[in-house]
T-cell receptor, first 114, second 113 residues
Framework: IAGITQAPTSQILAAGRRMTLRCTQD?????MYWYRQDLGLGLRLIHY???????GKGEVPDGYSVSRANTDDFPLTLASAVPSQTSVYFC?????????????FGEGSRLTVL | GENVEQHPSTLSVQEGDSAVIKCTYS??????FPWYKQELGKRPQLIID?????GEKKDQRIAVTLNKTAKHFSLHITETQPEDSAVYFC????????????FGAGTRLFVKA
């Protein structure tokens, strides 16, 4: 089934541990994004990638890193998790060119940092 | 950078009434304005969008208006139904400094039967 897949769907993590959230799409979209969703704060952009080999910082990049080695994969890494990173994380890819086009979201990864 | 403000945070309407959600954006370089609907426990999904060269767009019971001068855009839902109950997000996309989509904080809409 074509779409965007995230893993894991849910994870409990001890503070200080390293964690990588995986995101894979098979729609051959150039642009990919990571958002975090917190109650009352909406969807905040963490990092983005307009095409394979390039990445950029979003609104809340601190404590997170990404890589884009190929078109399909866009992993998000928390080098040393802190409780404030408890959130639901959504990966998305975008159709179209330029700044316009629908975002297709994954099902989300619920991360709890204790 | 771009900042998107969305109001109200919560909206309760009676079935059949209209609902209006308003957003403002800060960066005049933003040129694409999508709206997403997120049902409880699910992922956000696009319901309608508008580009900066268009003032209004309609799709059945939903419509979006854009005032570029004032940097305002709004979502209008007519003849609301219980299945319209969800969280709605406005967003603004900008191409300067990378192609980014910035979201508002969301509006939780309750439609009472």
């Amino acid at each position: 089934i074509a779409g965007i897949t995230q893993a894991p769907t849910s994870q409990i993590l001890a503070a200080g541990r390293r964690m990588t959230l995986r995101c894979t799409q098979d729609m051959r979209h150039n642009a990919m994004y990571w958002y975090r969703q917190d109650l009352g704060l909406g969807l905040r952009l963490i990092h983005y990638s307009n095409t394979a080999g390039t990445t950029g910082k979003g609104e809340v990049p601190d404590g997170y890193s990404v890589s884009r080695a190929n078109t399909d994969d866009f992993p998000l890494t928390l080098a040393s998790a802190v409780p404030s990173q408890t959130s639901v994380y959504f990966c998305a890819s975008r159709s179209g060119t330029g700044s316009a086009g629908e975002l297709f979201f994954g099902e989300g990864s619920r991360l709890t940092v204790l | 950078g771009e900042n998107v403000e969305q109001h109200p945070s919560t909206l309760s309407v009676q079935e059949g009434d209209s609902a209006v959600i308003k957003c403002t954006y800060s960066d005049s370089a933003s040129n694409y304005f999508p709206w997403y609907k997120q049902e409880l426990g699910k992922r956000p999904q696009l319901i309608i969008d508008i580009r900066s060269n268009v003032g209004e767009k309609k799709d059945q019971r939903i419509a979006v208006t854009l005032n570029k001068t004032a940097k305002h855009f709004s979502l209008h839902i007519t003849e609301t139904q219980p299945e319209d109950s969800a969280v709605y997000f406005c967003a603004a996309s900008i191409s300067t400094g990378g192609f980014k989509t910035i979201f508002g904080a969301g509006t939780r809409l309750f439609v009472k039967a």
